[in-house]
């Protein structure tokens, strides 16, 4: 690991500026198209933040990606908070925002109000997701009034895949679209400054278009919303499913799976380490060394 100390260096004409509410916004009104991922810990955040995206959210797909549960459903705010707070260290830019996990803020206005005052407050967000319309838009409303800014999440919404029957697009009948539009309506009234849209056909996600102020930001929801989100591992190839929706700019998994069997392979050969991976001392060091060991 290096040990090149980090200099901050001031903000000035050639550095990024943070990303704020307002300049998203402004993205929005000048039709410029916001770039969205996940990650989980400090090396992905370093990655999103040197590739200049405009949001990193940790989200609650962590739970299926890097700790290995088989839904994004038992992870645990605590869990969700250390993964934030890894992802907080390698970040700058870009605006963060941390994914309320299941169970974390369903139950009353207070609850989500305290457990996204621990995103903000010990793991650094600057923003926090929320999943559904329904009560969730209440819940955002009283999150945004305790001045926490939130993103609201509809369509395809993995916390409750059991009651959408399962993990399957949303909104292809005009009644299911017409639910998604009031949630969707419920949540920019509750003061959400973005909305995702996960899965849902392209043609309803431009009807809504027609009528959401603020941000959109898309997964399998087409291409005119104002942003898309995918997954880090999903886009990278690291996760071995890749949903529909997915594009996978990388086979990454593929090039970790190569390294680590070529460390292997020459740890077992003999040819790692090399003498170029060793440390020298002084010839009369040694003797010193075998001396004082001999008496
Ligand atoms: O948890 C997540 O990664 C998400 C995105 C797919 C929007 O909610």
Known sequence: ?????QIPVPHGLDTPLPMTLPRLAEKKRLGERIVMVTAYDYPSAQVAQEAGVDIVLVGDSGAMTVLGYPSTVPVSTDEMLMLSAAVRRGLSTPLLVGDLPFGSYEGSDEQAVITAQRFVKEAGCDAVKLERGGTSAQRARAVVAAGIPVMGHVGLTPQTATVLGG????????????????DALALQ???????????IPAAVADVLMERIEVPVIGIGAGAGTDGQ???FHDLLGIYDHTPRFAKRYAEVKA???????????EVRNGAFPGPEHAYSIDEQELDRFRASLGQ
């Open 189 to 199: 009234q509750a003061g959400c400054f973005s909305i995702v849209l996960e899965a």
């Open 167 to 182: 993990y399957r697009a949303q909104a292809r009948t005009a009644e299911s679209a017409l639910l998604l539009a009031g």
């Open 1 to 5: 690991m290096s040990a090149t100390p």
């Open 229 to 231: 989100v995918l997954v």
């Open 255 to 265: 090039q970790m799976v190569a390294g680590i069997a070529a460390f292997a392979a």
